[in-house]
């Protein structure tokens, strides 16, 4: 059966839920099951998990996600008991997920400091000479005390057919008390328990990278009843509901300001680094800081809908995703572990048989060998790396939909920009208006009745307040053109110079003056009837302060540049000029803009932030949303959503993506690295118990914290 590691999820889910829309041929009427595993943090509980419950009936996926230690299982109604039951014959407790959890919290074990201490006093019972029941019964204080969790993990793996690292280090101390090694069966057990202790807290520091999110948006919320002003839990806050919020306080939920002012700290969102000033009709966010004054605002998301909640559930679901680098390691773990336990067998078994060598020097080495065989290192090298790169990029407001695109974010060699609204403010202002074969007043009412009907920053610099309009009939937009609509029975058109063209209402006059205006850098539209041109406006928009230097932190990168855009040709190329983009190219539709995408021949990113971008996004290697706080769509479809219109965040996601899998390629090549050099010295008589430790959990170690790296970037 195979399973999809990219099925989506839900994170609010409770218990049981009907999945919808599911990639993986789920069938209909399925269900999501979403629990959490506290055991479950290692691959080599999803190996036995996947062992246990892969080939059931009735379960059509296994998505993990270690790092939180949940299990989503796709299936048929009505067997979340005996899956909770086999999840349970494995020795591990599943719970049904009502939030996103903490990490536990960690206790201090002292049956490992009262092994350790056991350990160190066999060691000096052996060295002392003391009788000869001392060492071995420390030795077996100290195994007691820290390897009885060990013993039956091993145990249980066994008994399901798996070899993983409890089971092959349970035959190896085993094995080393039968050929008498007491004291270093008893070191090898402390070191392997608190290798384990120190691996758990670090990747605790992975895992609350996340969620250090859920603590920004309070649990309480000051709401407007009908007695007055009272505290609520935020999750039975309704939409529509007003909220006050004061000086210092965080911000319960997304809403609108309805009265007051104040400065707010939207960092843990936009990753802005200023304030923001908020006052009547701005959007405020959950999770955010008021600063200075009080304000109400009124509530438009609840609590799993917020701009927050959704981040957290793009974040889990990045997660859960394998990154291209981690499906590489999981397909070669599984061809590295039954290997090295082929040559453990050959080792233990040819020199005594073949060549009349001790048993007891040959089966040490291979029991050496079996501890060594494990990849753990290997496999947990790549989330604990992928995870800290998208909790970096959160911190600075760059929302990473998977470890794929963080990953490919360092291939990028094109950035594909549209202009209105991306490097442009987007709200450009009328500079001309030239009345053609119309009067004044009545084409300022046509105009004024079809830009209305548009949410275009261009048509809706053409719309007056107090301006008298006129029905519309029959209105419809016409992509990367304009509008048109029907008024008091003619058909006007309101569009940019292809679509004058188009229209066959062009002429060379008419031309030239386009021509003047669109070198200018202006944006030209026109109103027509059909049969001539009635009226012309012309408006320019404001170039962004930060497109300059955002351009140029591309280019240092290495990465070229492009600007498409439905503005005339001359009208592109004079704002390329200003923000220094390499190519620029107008009189782009939508088809024409995913076109040129593709006609690239390298890896092509796209920002945008319209719907009509949709077809270059698409077509792109890679998504740039802007300015997607609050919005649904941009973070849910969005590769890469940028919370705020910061274009300077795109080449912090490159320099982040090639930090990120270079840090990949060195935990690789130390976790390989480790291994071989200690099976080399093994396989020559130089091997001991203690290295095959150092070689498994040290290396573990070794990757856990260089993938940490990534969280102080």
């Known amino acids: 059966m ?38 479950m943090d290692c691959p080599t509980e999803e190996a036995l998990l996947r062992k246990k419950l892969g080939g059931r009936p009735g379960i059509h996926a296994l998505e993990f996600n270690l790092m939180e230690r949940v299990l989503a299982v796709v299936h048929e109604p009505g067997l979340q008991p005996g899956i909770e039951a086999a999840i349970r014959s494995l020795g591990m407790t599943p719970e049904a997920l ?62 399901n057919g798996e070899m993983n690292i409890n089971a092959l280090m349970s035959i190896a101390v085993t094995g080393a008390m039968a050929l008498r090694e007491w004291p270093e069966a008893a070191m090898v057990m402390v070191l392997f328990a608190l290798a384990e202790r120190i691996e758990a807290l670090s990747l605790d520091r992975a895992r609350n990278a996340i969620h250090g999110l859920l603590r920004l948006s309070p649990a309480t919320a000051t709401v407007l009843g009908p007695g007055g002003w009272t505290e609520t839990e935020a999750r039975a806050v309704r939409v529509g509901d007003r909220v006050r919020v004061g000086p210092g306080e965080a911000i319960p939920l997304d809403g609108t300001v309805v009265s007051g002012r104040s400065s707010v700290n939207q960092a843990p969102i936009t990753g802005e680094s200023l304030p923001v000033d908020k006052g009547e009709g701005d959007p405020v966010f959950a999770g955010t800081l008021n600063l200075t004054g009080s304000f109400e605002f009124t509530v438009t998301a609840g609590a799993g809908g917020t701009t927050l909640a959704r981040i957290i559930h793009a974040v889990e679901e990045a997660q859960e995703s394998r990154s291209p680098t981690h499906r590489f390691v999981d397909r070669f773990a599984k061809v590295y572990t039954p290997a090295v336990l082929a040559v453990a067998l050959a080792v233990a078994l040819a020199p005594p048989l073949l060549m009349g060598g001790a048993w007891s020097l040959w089966v040490y080495r291979a029991l ?103 029905e519309v009939e029959d209105f419809r937009a016409l992509p990367g053109q304009g509008v048109q609509g029907t008024l008091d029975g003619t058909v006007y058109s309101l569009g940019n110079h292809h679509l004058i063209e188009e229209l066959g209402v062009c002429s060379p006059e008419l031309e030239a003056r386009l021509e003047a205006l669109e070198r200018q850098g202006k944006t030209t539209l026109l109103l027509t009837d059909g049969r001539t041109v009635l009226a012309l406006f012309a408006l320019a928009d404001e170039v962004r302060p930060g497109s300059r230097d955002a351009v140029a932190a591309l280019h240092a990168l290495g990465v070229r540049t492009l600007m498409l855009t439905g503005d005339n040709t001359h009208t592109a190329k004079s704002i390329a000029a200003q923000v220094g983009i390499l190519e620029a190219l107008g009189d782009q539709l939508p088809q024409d803009k995913a076109r040129a995408i593709r006609s690239k021949g390298g890896k092509v990113g796209m920002v945008g932030d319209g719907i009509n971008d949709g077809p270059a996004l698409a077509a792109a290697h890679i998504g740039f949303a802007m300015g997607a706080a609050g919005s649904d769509t941009a973070i849910e479809t969005a590769d890469v959503a940028l919370m705020d219109d910061d274009l300077g965040k795109i080449a912090r996601f490159i320099r982040l993506s090639r930090d990120t899998r270079a840090v990949l390629a060195q935990n690789i090549v130390l976790a390989i690295g480790i291994k071989t050099v200690f099976l080399g010295l093994t396989i020559a008589g130089r091997g001991t118990m203690w290295m095959a430790v150092f070689a498994d959990m040290g290396a573990s170690l070794l990757v856990v914290f260089n993938g940490l790296r990534l969280l102080r970037r």
Not at 12 to 38: Q, S, Y
Request: glycine residues 10%; hydrophobic residues 45%.
């Open 98 to 159: 009502e939030a996103p959890g903490a990490p536990p919290e960690r206790k201090w074990p002292w049956s490992l400091a009262l092994g350790a201490l056991a350990a160190l006093a066999s060691e000096g019972a052996a060295l002392a000479r003391l009788p000869g029941w001392a060492a071995p019964a420390l030795a077996l204080g100290a195994v007691a005390a820290c390897g009885l969790g060990t013993y039956r993990k091993g145990w249980i793996s066994l008994r």
């Open 368 to 470: 050496v060998l079996l501890v060594i065989a494990c990849p753990c290192a290997l496999v947990i090298s790549t989330p604990v790396t992928i995870v800290s790169g998208l909790a970096a990029a959160t911190r600075h407001g760059i929302l990473v939909k998977g470890g794929r695109w963080l990953e490919e974010g360092r291939n990028l060699e094109w950035i594909a920009f549209d202009k209105t609204g991306t490097l442009t403010w987007g709200r450009p202002v009328l500079t001309d208006f030239e009345p053609l074969a119309m009067d004044g007043d009545g084409a300022w009412r046509v105009a004024t009745s079809l830009a209305s009907r548009s949410d275009h920053p261009v048509s809706r610099a053409l719309v007056r307040p107090g301006a008298p309009r006129a």
């Open 2 to 39: 195979a399973f999809d590691h990219e099925h989506p999820t839900c994170s609010h889910c409770h218990g049981e839920t009907p999945v919808a829309d599911a990639p993986g041929e789920v069938p209909d009427g399925a269900l999501r099951t979403r629990l959490r595993i506290v055991q």
